[in-house]
């Protein structure tokens, strides 16, 4: 069986995935910057930024750390995790309660008319999809007949 050389792997011990560049960030983004690259956000909807924390991923409210967005639907029952939430930023809905609560714990949000959908679009600019290195073929499997 021919094997990629793994020079050319994107992991190691992976055969026959193509070698990837990385996210176009290698760090974070701004809070900020990332609500300036949301179609479904107005720009001058309800917010507080905090202290505009650099996002480094995202994650469910409930297992979101430090440097991670996460969202919060109206009528959802995690809205008590919100208490104990770790994130650093959230897409909330237009609540006054949630909103008061998120400032209070220094969480940088957003008012979101569907924060399910702010979120998924918000996913597609911290986890951009890979790119295959120039000269590599974006293949599972080389295997030869």
Do not use: H
Not at 65 to 71: E, T, Y
């Amino acid at each position: 069986m021919f094997q990629v050389p793994a020079a050319a792997r994107g992991r190691p011990g992976q055969p026959g995935e193509a070698a990837y560049d990385p996210p176009v960030r290698a760090g974070g983004m701004r809070f900020s910057s990332l609500l300036s690259q949301l179609p479904s956000l107005p720009p001058d909807g309800p917010r507080d930024l905090a202290d505009d924390p650099e996002l480094r991923g995202a994650e469910s409210l409930e297992r979101a750390a430090s440097g991670q967005l996460s969202f919060l639907e109206a009528g959802n029952a995690l809205a008590g995790a919100l208490a104990s939430c770790g994130a650093s930023a959230l897409l909330i809905p237009a609540d006054s309660a949630l909103q008061q609560q998120a400032s209070a714990r220094n969480i940088a949000w957003v008012a979101c008319s569907d924060p399910r959908l702010s979120f998924a679009e918000a996913l597609e600019r911290l986890y951009p999809p890979r790119r295959p290195l120039p000269g590599t073929q974006d293949r599972k499997s080389t295997r030869l007949n």
